[in-house]
Protein backbone atom coordinates (compact mmCIF):
# COMPACT_ATOMS: atom_id res chain seq x y z
CA UNK A 1 0.00 0.00 0.00
CA UNK A 2 1.16 3.59 -0.98
CA UNK A 3 2.21 5.40 2.02
CA UNK A 4 0.12 8.17 2.70
CA UNK A 5 1.57 11.91 3.02
CA UNK A 6 1.51 13.75 6.31
CA UNK A 7 2.48 17.39 7.43
CA UNK A 8 5.75 15.84 9.15
CA UNK A 9 6.65 13.76 5.98
CA UNK A 10 5.79 16.97 3.75
CA UNK A 11 7.88 18.97 5.59
CA UNK A 12 10.96 16.28 5.58
CA UNK A 13 10.85 16.39 1.92
CA UNK A 14 10.56 19.70 1.40
CA UNK A 15 13.35 20.97 3.60
CA UNK A 16 15.67 17.95 1.76
CA UNK A 17 15.14 19.87 -1.29
CA UNK A 18 15.81 23.35 0.34
CA UNK A 19 19.22 21.90 1.75
CA UNK A 20 20.35 19.59 -1.03
CA UNK A 21 23.66 21.53 -1.69
CA UNK A 22 24.28 21.77 1.78
CA UNK A 23 23.80 18.10 2.74
CA UNK A 24 25.34 16.71 -0.40
CA UNK A 25 28.69 19.09 -0.36
CA UNK A 26 29.49 19.39 3.14
CA UNK A 27 31.84 17.04 4.36
CA UNK A 28 31.03 17.96 8.72
CA UNK A 29 27.52 16.81 7.90
CA UNK A 30 28.64 13.03 7.34
CA UNK A 31 32.22 12.59 7.62
CA UNK A 32 32.61 12.85 11.63
CA UNK A 33 35.67 10.81 12.22
CA UNK A 34 36.20 9.43 15.99
CA UNK A 35 39.11 9.91 17.79
CA UNK A 36 42.12 7.50 18.26
CA UNK A 37 40.28 4.88 15.86
CA UNK A 38 42.08 1.58 15.18
CA UNK A 39 43.74 1.75 11.54
CA UNK A 40 43.21 -2.12 10.10
CA UNK A 41 46.68 -3.45 8.91
CA UNK A 42 47.09 -3.78 5.50
CA UNK A 43 43.56 -1.02 5.12
CA UNK A 44 44.71 1.72 2.58
CA UNK A 45 43.88 5.28 3.33
CA UNK A 46 43.55 7.81 0.24
CA UNK A 47 43.77 11.02 -0.42
CA UNK A 48 40.49 11.53 -2.34
CA UNK A 49 39.08 13.61 0.84
CA UNK A 50 40.24 15.32 4.38
CA UNK A 51 38.83 12.54 6.88
CA UNK A 52 41.63 11.41 8.35
CA UNK A 53 43.74 14.47 8.02
CA UNK A 54 44.11 16.80 10.91
CA UNK A 55 46.37 19.81 9.25
CA UNK A 56 47.35 20.89 6.00
CA UNK A 57 49.66 23.22 4.95
CA UNK A 58 50.93 24.83 1.38
CA UNK A 59 49.09 21.49 0.16
CA UNK A 60 46.80 21.02 -2.44
CA UNK A 61 44.83 18.27 -3.72
CA UNK A 62 45.14 17.54 -7.51
CA UNK A 63 42.81 15.06 -9.56
CA UNK A 64 44.99 13.13 -12.16
CA UNK A 65 43.37 12.36 -15.49
CA UNK A 66 43.54 9.08 -17.03
CA UNK A 67 46.22 7.62 -19.46
CA UNK A 68 44.61 6.42 -22.70
CA UNK A 69 45.19 3.77 -25.54
CA UNK A 70 45.40 4.91 -28.89
CA UNK A 71 42.23 3.13 -30.04
CA UNK A 72 39.10 1.30 -28.52
CA UNK A 73 39.29 -1.93 -27.40
CA UNK A 74 36.09 -2.91 -29.22
CA UNK A 75 34.06 -1.20 -31.48
CA UNK A 76 30.93 -2.36 -33.37
CA UNK A 77 32.35 -4.90 -35.78
CA UNK A 78 29.68 -7.49 -36.38
CA UNK A 79 26.66 -8.04 -38.21
CA UNK A 80 24.27 -7.96 -34.98
CA UNK A 81 26.07 -5.08 -33.68
CA UNK A 82 26.14 -3.31 -36.65
CA UNK A 83 22.28 -1.38 -37.61
CA UNK A 84 21.96 -0.69 -41.54
CA UNK A 85 20.29 2.71 -41.81
CA UNK A 86 19.16 3.93 -44.93
CA UNK A 87 21.75 6.24 -45.39
CA UNK A 88 24.45 4.93 -42.71
CA UNK A 89 25.50 2.51 -41.32
CA UNK A 90 24.84 2.80 -37.16
CA UNK A 91 28.05 1.68 -35.30
CA UNK A 92 27.33 2.05 -32.04
CA UNK A 93 28.22 -0.33 -28.57
CA UNK A 94 28.55 0.90 -25.00
CA UNK A 95 29.80 -0.44 -21.81
CA UNK A 96 27.02 0.64 -19.37
CA UNK A 97 27.75 -2.92 -17.77
CA UNK A 98 29.88 -4.53 -16.67
CA UNK A 99 33.81 -5.63 -16.23
CA UNK A 100 35.32 -8.26 -13.92
CA UNK A 101 38.54 -10.38 -13.59
CA UNK A 102 39.27 -13.60 -12.42
CA UNK A 103 41.68 -13.61 -9.60
CA UNK A 104 43.24 -17.30 -10.19
CA UNK A 105 42.95 -17.24 -14.08
CA UNK A 106 43.52 -13.30 -15.02
CA UNK A 107 41.10 -13.62 -17.52
CA UNK A 108 38.18 -10.27 -17.86
CA UNK A 109 34.76 -10.71 -18.91
CA UNK A 110 32.63 -7.79 -20.76
CA UNK A 111 29.02 -7.97 -20.43
CA UNK A 112 28.17 -4.74 -23.08
CA UNK A 113 25.49 -3.37 -25.06
CA UNK A 114 24.56 -2.61 -28.46
CA UNK A 115 21.07 -0.44 -29.21
CA UNK A 116 19.30 -3.74 -28.95
CA UNK A 117 20.86 -6.32 -26.72
CA UNK A 118 23.22 -7.53 -23.71
CA UNK A 119 26.52 -9.00 -24.95
CA UNK A 120 29.04 -11.03 -23.70
CA UNK A 121 32.88 -10.70 -24.64
CA UNK A 122 36.43 -12.64 -23.16
CA UNK A 123 40.22 -11.44 -23.20
CA UNK A 124 43.39 -12.63 -21.98
CA UNK A 125 45.05 -9.26 -21.33
CA UNK A 126 42.14 -6.47 -20.88
CA UNK A 127 42.94 -4.51 -24.68
CA UNK A 128 42.34 -7.50 -26.89
CA UNK A 129 38.55 -8.87 -26.69
CA UNK A 130 37.07 -12.16 -28.37
CA UNK A 131 33.48 -12.78 -28.73
CA UNK A 132 32.49 -16.03 -27.93
CA UNK A 133 29.47 -17.92 -29.71
CA UNK A 134 27.32 -18.41 -26.96
CA UNK A 135 24.53 -20.21 -29.19
CA UNK A 136 21.92 -18.52 -26.95
CA UNK A 137 20.73 -16.09 -29.85
CA UNK A 138 21.98 -18.04 -32.89
CA UNK A 139 25.77 -18.25 -33.48
CA UNK A 140 26.69 -14.71 -31.86
CA UNK A 141 27.87 -13.86 -28.20
CA UNK A 142 24.31 -12.37 -27.23
CA UNK A 143 22.67 -13.29 -24.15
CA UNK A 144 19.05 -13.59 -23.87
CA UNK A 145 18.71 -10.05 -21.50
CA UNK A 146 17.54 -7.32 -22.96
CA UNK A 147 17.87 -4.49 -20.69
CA UNK A 148 19.17 -0.81 -21.92
CA UNK A 149 22.01 -0.14 -19.23
CA UNK A 150 22.40 -3.07 -18.15
CA UNK A 151 24.59 -3.47 -14.73
CA UNK A 152 25.95 -6.44 -13.55
CA UNK A 153 27.29 -7.88 -10.43
CA UNK A 154 27.96 -11.03 -8.91
CA UNK A 155 26.38 -11.46 -5.98
CA UNK A 156 28.70 -12.93 -2.89
CA UNK A 157 26.47 -13.16 -0.47
CA UNK A 158 24.08 -15.29 -2.21
CA UNK A 159 23.17 -18.63 -1.30
CA UNK A 160 21.16 -19.73 -4.29
CA UNK A 161 23.39 -20.68 -7.44
CA UNK A 162 20.45 -19.86 -9.66
CA UNK A 163 20.86 -15.94 -8.53
CA UNK A 164 24.74 -16.08 -8.19
CA UNK A 165 24.85 -12.69 -10.63
CA UNK A 166 21.90 -10.05 -10.53
CA UNK A 167 21.15 -7.60 -12.66
CA UNK A 168 19.26 -4.21 -13.43
CA UNK A 169 18.51 -2.31 -16.18
CA UNK A 170 16.11 -0.46 -18.12
CA UNK A 171 13.18 -2.11 -20.44
CA UNK A 172 11.72 0.92 -22.61
CA UNK A 173 8.51 1.43 -23.84
CA UNK A 174 6.67 -0.80 -21.55
CA UNK A 175 3.45 0.18 -22.06
CA UNK A 176 1.50 -1.74 -19.32
CA UNK A 177 -0.70 0.82 -17.31
CA UNK A 178 -0.94 -1.58 -14.52
CA UNK A 179 2.37 -2.10 -14.10
CA UNK A 180 2.62 1.40 -13.64
CA UNK A 181 -0.10 2.39 -11.00
CA UNK A 182 1.45 -0.98 -9.00
CA UNK A 183 4.77 0.74 -9.00
CA UNK A 184 3.43 4.10 -8.14
CA UNK A 185 1.61 2.54 -5.36
CA UNK A 186 5.05 1.63 -3.72
CA UNK A 187 6.29 4.72 -3.64
CA UNK A 188 5.37 8.71 -2.55
CA UNK A 189 7.56 11.15 -5.25
CA UNK A 190 5.49 9.84 -8.00
CA UNK A 191 3.91 12.69 -9.66
CA UNK A 192 7.17 13.65 -11.54
CA UNK A 193 6.65 10.60 -13.86
CA UNK A 194 5.41 11.71 -16.99
CA UNK A 195 7.02 9.68 -19.37
CA UNK A 196 4.69 8.62 -22.40
CA UNK A 197 7.09 5.47 -23.19
CA UNK A 198 6.70 4.03 -19.48
CA UNK A 199 10.87 3.18 -19.18
CA UNK A 200 10.58 1.08 -16.17
CA UNK A 201 13.97 -0.20 -14.53
CA UNK A 202 13.50 -4.42 -13.83
CA UNK A 203 16.05 -7.01 -11.56
CA UNK A 204 17.53 -9.87 -13.15
CA UNK A 205 19.08 -13.26 -11.94
CA UNK A 206 21.07 -15.45 -13.73
CA UNK A 207 23.54 -18.58 -12.66
CA UNK A 208 25.91 -17.94 -15.35
CA UNK A 209 25.71 -14.49 -16.48
CA UNK A 210 24.48 -15.69 -19.69
CA UNK A 211 21.31 -17.01 -19.28
CA UNK A 212 18.60 -14.42 -17.44
CA UNK A 213 15.31 -14.24 -15.80
CA UNK A 214 13.83 -11.03 -15.65
CA UNK A 215 11.25 -10.14 -13.22
CA UNK A 216 7.89 -9.91 -14.53
CA UNK A 217 7.35 -7.10 -11.97
CA UNK A 218 9.68 -3.45 -12.21
CA UNK A 219 11.32 -2.11 -9.40
CA UNK A 220 11.55 1.46 -9.54
CA UNK A 221 10.27 4.18 -12.21
CA UNK A 222 13.15 6.41 -14.17
CA UNK A 223 14.71 7.10 -17.02
CA UNK A 224 17.13 5.11 -19.12
CA UNK A 225 20.40 4.57 -17.44
CA UNK A 226 21.28 2.93 -13.99
CA UNK A 227 24.16 1.53 -12.20
CA UNK A 228 24.54 -1.25 -9.88
CA UNK A 229 26.46 -1.85 -6.70
CA UNK A 230 26.56 -3.63 -3.65
CA UNK A 231 28.23 -2.59 -0.34
CA UNK A 232 30.45 -5.29 0.90
CA UNK A 233 29.83 -5.22 4.22
CA UNK A 234 26.35 -5.33 4.58
CA UNK A 235 25.28 -7.35 1.17
CA UNK A 236 22.79 -4.27 0.36
CA UNK A 237 22.14 -3.61 -3.12
CA UNK A 238 22.72 0.26 -4.45
CA UNK A 239 21.03 1.11 -7.33
CA UNK A 240 21.88 4.65 -8.92
CA UNK A 241 19.46 5.97 -11.50
CA UNK A 242 19.07 8.47 -13.54
CA UNK A 243 15.40 10.80 -12.82
CA UNK A 244 13.93 13.28 -15.32
CA UNK A 245 11.28 15.83 -14.02
CA UNK A 246 11.80 15.03 -10.00
CA UNK A 247 10.42 18.71 -7.88
CA UNK A 248 12.81 18.19 -5.44
CA UNK A 249 15.70 19.17 -7.95
CA UNK A 250 16.44 21.82 -9.91
CA UNK A 251 17.11 21.15 -14.14
CA UNK A 252 16.11 17.87 -15.77
CA UNK A 253 18.64 14.82 -15.27
CA UNK A 254 19.88 14.11 -12.23
CA UNK A 255 21.38 10.91 -10.38
CA UNK A 256 19.13 9.21 -7.26
CA UNK A 257 19.79 6.54 -4.90
CA UNK A 258 17.19 3.68 -4.34
CA UNK A 259 18.57 0.63 -1.92
CA UNK A 260 17.39 -3.02 -2.09
CA UNK A 261 18.36 -5.24 0.86
CA UNK A 262 16.41 -8.85 -2.18
CA UNK A 263 16.20 -6.93 -5.37
CA UNK A 264 12.79 -6.68 -4.67
CA UNK A 265 11.87 -4.02 -2.20
CA UNK A 266 13.79 -0.84 -2.73
CA UNK A 267 14.28 2.52 -0.44
CA UNK A 268 12.36 5.62 -1.39
CA UNK A 269 14.60 7.12 -4.26
CA UNK A 270 16.87 10.58 -2.61
CA UNK A 271 19.13 12.75 -5.23
CA UNK A 272 22.67 11.88 -4.47
CA UNK A 273 24.22 13.70 -7.65
CA UNK A 274 22.84 17.05 -8.50
CA UNK A 275 24.22 19.85 -10.50
CA UNK A 276 25.30 22.58 -8.21
CA UNK A 277 25.80 26.75 -9.57
CA UNK A 278 29.09 25.69 -10.38
CA UNK A 279 28.35 23.07 -12.45
CA UNK A 280 25.62 25.60 -14.57
CA UNK A 281 28.69 28.15 -14.87
CA UNK A 282 30.54 25.11 -16.58
CA UNK A 283 27.99 24.92 -18.73
CA UNK A 284 27.81 28.51 -19.64
CA UNK A 285 31.41 28.89 -20.23
CA UNK A 286 30.40 27.04 -23.68
CA UNK A 287 28.68 28.78 -26.63
CA UNK A 288 25.19 28.06 -26.03
CA UNK A 289 25.88 26.74 -22.98
CA UNK A 290 22.98 26.83 -20.67
CA UNK A 291 23.04 24.91 -17.50
CA UNK A 292 24.10 21.49 -15.93
CA UNK A 293 22.89 18.05 -15.39
CA UNK A 294 23.87 14.61 -14.60
CA UNK A 295 24.14 11.52 -16.93
CA UNK A 296 25.14 8.78 -14.20
CA UNK A 297 27.04 7.38 -11.49
CA UNK A 298 29.42 4.48 -11.57
CA UNK A 299 29.79 3.87 -7.74
CA UNK A 300 32.33 0.97 -5.87
CA UNK A 301 33.51 0.47 -3.24
CA UNK A 302 37.21 0.82 -2.00
CA UNK A 303 39.68 1.01 -0.17
CA UNK A 304 37.42 1.22 3.06
CA UNK A 305 35.36 3.64 1.38
CA UNK A 306 33.62 4.49 -2.25
CA UNK A 307 34.23 6.35 -4.73
CA UNK A 308 32.52 7.39 -8.25
CA UNK A 309 32.67 8.50 -11.58
CA UNK A 310 29.75 11.30 -12.48
CA UNK A 311 29.11 11.81 -15.86
CA UNK A 312 27.90 16.02 -15.74
CA UNK A 313 26.45 17.14 -18.85
CA UNK A 314 26.12 20.71 -19.71
CA UNK A 315 23.48 21.55 -21.98
CA UNK A 316 23.95 23.95 -25.50
CA UNK A 317 20.74 25.39 -26.70
CA UNK A 318 19.70 25.23 -29.86
CA UNK A 319 22.14 22.37 -30.84
CA UNK A 320 23.43 24.63 -34.14
CA UNK A 321 25.59 26.26 -31.66
CA UNK A 322 27.57 22.94 -31.00
CA UNK A 323 27.09 21.57 -34.20
CA UNK A 324 26.60 23.68 -36.91
CA UNK A 325 23.11 22.55 -37.74
CA UNK A 326 20.40 22.03 -35.69
CA UNK A 327 19.17 18.41 -38.02
CA UNK A 328 20.09 16.10 -40.50
CA UNK A 329 18.61 14.58 -43.58
CA UNK A 330 15.68 15.50 -41.87
CA UNK A 331 16.37 14.13 -38.33
CA UNK A 332 16.55 16.51 -35.39
CA UNK A 333 18.80 16.07 -32.83
CA UNK A 334 18.06 15.00 -29.49
CA UNK A 335 19.18 17.42 -26.29
CA UNK A 336 22.65 18.56 -26.99
CA UNK A 337 25.96 19.01 -24.85
CA UNK A 338 29.04 17.80 -23.77
CA UNK A 339 29.48 14.84 -21.48
CA UNK A 340 33.33 14.21 -19.68
CA UNK A 341 33.70 12.12 -16.02
CA UNK A 342 34.87 13.49 -12.70
CA UNK A 343 35.73 12.03 -9.45
CA UNK A 344 33.23 12.01 -6.60
CA UNK A 345 33.51 10.44 -3.16
CA UNK A 346 32.01 9.05 -0.14
CA UNK A 347 32.62 6.89 2.98
CA UNK A 348 29.14 5.01 3.15
CA UNK A 349 27.62 5.37 -0.96
CA UNK A 350 24.96 7.25 0.44
CA UNK A 351 25.97 10.73 1.02
CA UNK A 352 28.43 11.87 -1.68
CA UNK A 353 31.01 14.63 -1.98
CA UNK A 354 33.09 16.42 -5.10
CA UNK A 355 36.52 16.33 -5.32
CA UNK A 356 38.74 19.08 -5.37
CA UNK A 357 38.11 21.25 -8.53
CA UNK A 358 36.26 19.22 -10.54
CA UNK A 359 38.89 18.52 -13.18
CA UNK A 360 37.80 15.44 -15.13
CA UNK A 361 39.53 12.33 -14.15
CA UNK A 362 38.81 10.95 -17.53
CA UNK A 363 38.96 14.18 -20.24
CA UNK A 364 37.53 14.33 -23.71
CA UNK A 365 40.49 12.84 -26.47
CA UNK A 366 43.11 13.51 -27.57
CA UNK A 367 41.93 10.95 -29.72
CA UNK A 368 38.82 10.76 -31.82
CA UNK A 369 36.69 8.21 -30.53
CA UNK A 370 36.36 9.92 -27.16
CA UNK A 371 36.43 13.50 -28.52
CA UNK A 372 32.84 13.99 -28.13
CA UNK A 373 30.79 12.96 -24.86
CA UNK A 374 31.65 10.13 -22.71
CA UNK A 375 28.30 8.74 -22.54
CA UNK A 376 28.61 6.09 -19.38
CA UNK A 377 31.13 3.57 -17.61
CA UNK A 378 30.78 -0.24 -16.43
CA UNK A 379 30.20 -0.69 -12.45
CA UNK A 380 33.91 -0.82 -11.15
CA UNK A 381 37.08 -0.77 -11.86
CA UNK A 382 39.75 -3.60 -12.41
CA UNK A 383 42.50 -3.68 -10.62
CA UNK A 384 45.43 -5.26 -13.07
CA UNK A 385 49.10 -5.05 -11.47
CA UNK A 386 50.01 -1.72 -10.11
CA UNK A 387 47.20 0.26 -12.23
CA UNK A 388 43.50 0.73 -12.05
CA UNK A 389 41.23 0.22 -15.30
CA UNK A 390 38.12 1.61 -16.06
CA UNK A 391 35.98 0.94 -19.17
CA UNK A 392 33.85 3.22 -20.84
CA UNK A 393 31.20 4.34 -23.78
CA UNK A 394 33.40 6.63 -25.75
CA UNK A 395 31.36 8.72 -28.40
CA UNK A 396 32.91 10.13 -31.41
CA UNK A 397 30.09 13.34 -31.47
CA UNK A 398 28.84 15.31 -28.10
CA UNK A 399 25.36 14.18 -26.73
CA UNK A 400 22.70 14.90 -29.62
CA UNK A 401 25.11 13.63 -32.13
CA UNK A 402 23.67 11.59 -35.35
CA UNK A 403 24.93 9.14 -37.54
CA UNK A 404 27.39 8.48 -39.41
CA UNK A 405 29.62 10.80 -37.71
CA UNK A 406 28.66 9.60 -34.59
CA UNK A 407 30.19 6.02 -33.45
CA UNK A 408 30.26 5.11 -29.86
CA UNK A 409 32.61 2.56 -28.94
CA UNK A 410 34.35 1.47 -25.83
CA UNK A 411 37.83 2.68 -24.37
CA UNK A 412 39.79 1.72 -21.55
CA UNK A 413 41.04 4.64 -18.89
CA UNK A 414 44.28 3.72 -16.68
CA UNK A 415 45.88 5.20 -13.55
CA UNK A 416 48.13 3.84 -11.02
CA UNK A 417 47.02 2.27 -7.75
CA UNK A 418 45.10 5.09 -5.57
CA UNK A 419 46.34 7.22 -8.45
CA UNK A 420 42.75 9.10 -9.10
CA UNK A 421 44.04 11.82 -6.84
CA UNK A 422 46.60 12.84 -4.84
CA UNK A 423 48.36 15.57 -2.28
CA UNK A 424 50.82 18.09 -3.52
CA UNK A 425 52.37 21.17 -2.37
CA UNK A 426 51.48 24.39 -3.90
CA UNK A 427 53.71 26.05 -5.62
CA UNK A 428 56.21 28.59 -4.62
CA UNK A 429 55.42 26.47 -0.46
CA UNK A 430 58.19 23.76 -0.37
CA UNK A 431 57.36 21.30 1.46
CA UNK A 432 53.90 20.95 1.90
CA UNK A 433 52.82 19.10 5.38
CA UNK A 434 50.13 16.74 6.10
CA UNK A 435 49.19 15.61 9.45
CA UNK A 436 46.60 12.74 10.05
CA UNK A 437 44.25 12.45 13.40
CA UNK A 438 45.79 10.03 15.39
CA UNK A 439 44.90 6.60 15.64
CA UNK A 440 45.93 3.24 16.38
CA UNK A 441 48.18 1.18 14.06
CA UNK A 442 47.19 -2.56 13.79
CA UNK A 443 50.07 -3.42 11.71
CA UNK A 444 53.71 -1.97 12.14
CA UNK A 445 55.18 -1.12 9.01
CA UNK A 446 54.32 1.91 7.37
CA UNK A 447 54.00 2.35 3.02
CA UNK A 448 53.60 4.91 1.07
CA UNK A 449 51.99 5.51 -2.76
CA UNK A 450 54.13 8.00 -3.77
CA UNK A 451 55.78 9.95 -6.77
CA UNK A 452 58.90 12.31 -5.34
CA UNK A 453 61.44 10.95 -8.40
CA UNK A 454 62.03 14.95 -8.89
CA UNK A 455 61.65 15.93 -4.84
CA UNK A 456 61.90 14.10 -1.66
CA UNK A 457 59.30 13.03 1.45
CA UNK A 458 59.89 12.61 4.88
CA UNK A 459 57.94 11.51 7.66
CA UNK A 460 57.51 12.22 11.53
CA UNK A 461 56.09 10.09 14.07
CA UNK A 462 53.53 12.19 16.46
CA UNK A 463 52.24 10.99 19.46
CA UNK A 464 48.59 12.06 20.95
CA UNK A 465 49.54 15.02 21.84
CA UNK A 466 51.41 16.14 18.71
CA UNK A 467 54.83 15.87 19.78
CA UNK A 468 57.33 14.01 18.10
CA UNK A 469 58.09 10.48 18.92
CA UNK A 470 62.30 10.23 19.77
CA UNK A 471 63.81 8.23 17.04
CA UNK A 472 61.12 8.67 14.57
CA UNK A 473 62.43 12.27 13.21
CA UNK A 474 61.93 13.80 9.68
CA UNK A 475 65.43 13.75 9.15
CA UNK A 476 66.12 9.97 9.72
CA UNK A 477 63.65 8.99 6.91
CA UNK A 478 64.31 11.45 4.30
CA UNK A 479 63.24 9.57 0.88
CA UNK A 480 64.73 10.72 -2.72
CA UNK A 481 64.48 10.11 -5.94
CA UNK A 482 61.74 7.38 -5.52
CA UNK A 483 58.26 6.80 -7.72
CA UNK A 484 56.93 3.63 -6.14
CA UNK A 485 53.22 2.16 -5.26
CA UNK A 486 54.17 0.69 -2.17
CA UNK A 487 57.64 1.93 -0.67
CA UNK A 488 58.31 1.28 3.15
CA UNK A 489 59.01 3.95 5.10
CA UNK A 490 61.87 3.61 7.71
CA UNK A 491 63.49 6.02 10.18
CA UNK A 492 67.44 5.51 11.08
CA UNK A 493 67.01 3.48 14.42
CA UNK A 494 63.63 1.75 13.66
CA UNK A 495 61.73 0.16 11.11
CA UNK A 496 58.58 -0.73 12.97
CA UNK A 497 56.13 2.36 14.41
CA UNK A 498 54.88 2.65 18.14
CA UNK A 499 52.73 -0.33 18.54
CA UNK A 500 49.55 -0.55 21.18
CA UNK A 501 49.27 3.42 21.52
CA UNK A 502 48.14 6.26 19.43
CA UNK A 503 49.93 8.21 17.19
CA UNK A 504 49.93 10.61 14.28
CA UNK A 505 52.15 10.68 11.18
CA UNK A 506 53.03 13.79 9.98
CA UNK A 507 54.02 14.40 6.28
CA UNK A 508 56.81 16.79 4.83
CA UNK A 509 56.78 16.72 0.88
CA UNK A 510 58.51 18.53 -1.36
CA UNK A 511 57.68 19.02 -5.20
CA UNK A 512 55.84 15.61 -5.27
CA UNK A 513 52.82 13.67 -5.03
CA UNK A 514 51.40 11.57 -2.22
CA UNK A 515 48.69 9.29 -3.23
CA UNK A 516 47.82 6.83 -0.10
CA UNK A 517 49.70 5.19 2.25
CA UNK A 518 48.83 1.50 4.22
CA UNK A 519 50.16 0.36 7.32
CA UNK A 520 50.61 -3.98 7.60
Same mark, same amino acid.
Given at each position: #??????????????????????????????? $????????? $??????????????????? +? /???????????????????????? $????????????? +?????????? *?? #??????????????????????????? #????????????????????????? &???? &???????????????? /???????????????????????? =?????????????????????????????????? *???????????????????????????????????????????? $???????????????? *??????????? +???????????????????? /????????????????????????? =???????????????????????????????? #???????????????????????? /???????????????????????? +?????????????????????????????????????????????????????????????????????????????????????
Amino acid at each position: #MKRPYTAKSTLKTLSCAMLLPALLFSQNAVM $KRPSAQSLK $KGEKQLFVDDLMIKKKQGI +T /RMVHPAEKLERPVLEAAMPWEVRD $KESFLDKRVNIYG +TVPRDDKTGT *FR #MWYADPGSVLYATSNDGIHWERPVLKI #MGKTNETDLHLHSPSITEDKFETDP &KKRY &KAVGNAGMDRDDAKVQ /RLKDKFEMVDWYRDKLHRLYYAAY =SADGLRWTVEPEPILLGCDTITLSQDPVTGEYLA *FHKRQGDPRVVGIRQVFLSVSKDMENWSEPQPVMVADELDNRAA $KKLKGGTYSEFYNLSA *FSYAGQWLGFA +TPFRRVEPPSALFGNDEVDG /RKRSATGIIDVQLVHSRDGRHWHRC =SDRSPVIPLGPHPYDAGSIFGLCNAPVVVGDQ #MWMYYTAVTTPHGGLGPEKQQSIA /RAAWRIDGLASLRPKKNQTPGIIE +THEFVPEGTRLFINADVKNGALSVEVLDAAGQIIEGYEKESSVTEKQDSVKLAIEWKNAEALPSGVPIRLRFHLENGDLYSYLID
